[in-house]
């Protein structure tokens, strides 16, 4: 007898998190495992956000504190978006929650209603389409093509949205593609919904600090939909933060305070010492801070050296991502090959047959919306990288 809920069997596993596991799983049983499956940053936290948290311990930082964050916190956030990105906001339109992801669900439930329509560009990261789910509402995919960066259109935008529209989600630098969209382009997605004032703009910009072409842009700049975009952020990615589970949003007050009476039921606050952390964080200017520039330089050579290496690998197209520390190859050339008895028929066959063969763990585009997909992360040293792709080459030169 199923006795779960509706809700819990229409929810899809994260794969992403699902080859992480069994990437584990192989590794515990005594397989040289790589893993190129996961999104974290492999550098270590800052030191001096560090002994911001060491800090907060012996002050005795172990409190509740208020669901939205402290406002410290939330100042510091405001003054961040400032600083870093020309934004307006007062600390009562900051929630601080556990992680990017809460404030993407936080927003989502907040907005949509069962039969509302959100318009996602695809690829897409695995957890908006789950997430657009447990609120009842309908993703409606806008297609991306390698040849165009992964990039969508201002008139595929016009041409998607309906009466049901609600929400456009997205994210720049984004996972798992790294596009980035340029002001320009954000401009023109901003004229779009400016007719469209029914339209929220949930804008996911956790990859900001990891852009290898210059100043990032935010569709939130723009002041005729500024108070329809719901900003989301975080430590994870920029900061090596990933184990310490904060990220934030910026929106309307109306939102934001829909978004604080939601968390205070489900969570509440996050960890009183991260938030402590975080302030320090929020404090530091990217562009002084030695540790970010140097994994920003470090993603950015293992980019380069990634696509040199792939390149020498036939049948598999590449394009040149702009952030973020994945590549998502095109690797339609292999369906239809096998090798002894297996074939494979789609990305989710090859990532497996990688995995079980090679020992790489690497995700299926499926996951992101881009069947004929892969991603691979480069967040992994050098030596690493290096193994990774040797094994993966010599695994589909067996394929014929």
Known sequence: MNYLSDRINLLAESETLAMTRRSRELRAQGFDVINLSIGEPDFDTPDHVKEAAKEAIDQNYSHYTPVPGYPELRQAIANKLKRDNGLDYV?????????????????????????????????????????????????????????????????????????????????????????VYTYDELKAFADVFALHPQVFIISDEIYENINFNGKHQSIAS????????????????????????????????????ACDK??????????????????????????????IKMMVEAFKYRRNLAISLLHETPGIKINVPDGAFYLFPDVTSYFGKSVGDRVILSGSDLCDYILDTAFVAIVPGVAFGSPDCIRISYATSEDNLREAIKRIKEALAKLK
Request: net charge neutral; charged share 15%.
């Open 262 to 291: 939601l968390q205070g039921q489900i969570t509440s606050a996050t960890c009183s010492i991260t938030q402590r952390a975080a302030i320090v964080a929020m404090n530091t200017n990217p562009a002084d801070s030695p540790e």
């Open 91 to 179: 600390a009562e339109q900051i929630v601080v929650s556990t992680g990017a992801k809460q404030s993407l669900a936080n927003a989502i439930l907040s907005l949509v209603n069962p039969g509302d329509e959100v318009l996602i560009p695809a690829p897409y990261w695995v957890s908006y389409k789950e997430i657009i789910k447990l609120a009842g509402g309908k993703g409606v995919f806008i297609e991306g093509s390698i040849q165009a960066d992964f990039k969508v259109t201002p008139e595929q935008i016009e041409a998607a949205i309906t009466p049901a529209t609600k929400v456009f989600m997205f994210s720049s630098p984004c996972n798992p593609s790294g596009t």
């Open 222 to 257: 723009f002041e005729n939909i500024h108070d329809r975009v719901i900003l989301i952020n975080g430590l994870s990615k920029g900061f090596a933060m990933t184990g310490w589970r904060l990220g934030y949003m910026a929106a309307n007050k109306e939102i934001a305070k």
